[in-house]
């Protein structure tokens, strides 16, 4: 998956947060998650998140522990320690050849264009 549709998920996702102050981002997050195994914006530009080992969709469970614990909790306090530096390694490894940025390398998996 190209990191250009990755970053127009990211911008979707930013801007359906703040129009929803957070809460209808969340809600919506809580089906797709179970559903679509993707957050709003890569549902709506239908991606959606595989293991990178079977290509299965994660269950709602793994999308917990990829998006908020290894992606808000993990990520966002090394940011903070490392002043962003983590920011840098994460736009070249979405950019490298796998495609993968951090929290996918930490959690095995891998974004995907789903198929109709």
């Not at 998956?1 to 809580?30: C, D, E």
């Not at 490298?96 to 930490?106: A, I, Y």
């Amino acid at each position: 998956m190209g990191a250009g549709a990755r970053f127009g998920a990211y911008l979707l996702n930013l801007l359906l947060a703040v129009v929803t102050l957070g809460i209808g981002w969340f809600a919506w997050a809580m089906v797709t998650w179970s559903t679509d195994s993707a957050n709003p914006g890569q549902k709506l530009l239908g991606l959606s998140i595989v293991k990178k080992d079977t290509g299965a969709r994660l269950t709602w469970g793994e999308m917990f522990v990829r998006n908020f614990l290894l992606g808000g909790m993990v990520l966002g306090f090394l940011s903070t320690i490392t002043l962003s530096i983590v920011a840098w390694i994460n736009l070249f490894k979405i950019f490298g050849s796998e495609k993968q940025n951090l929290v996918d390398s930490m959690a095995g998996s891998v974004v995907v264009k789903r198929s109709a």
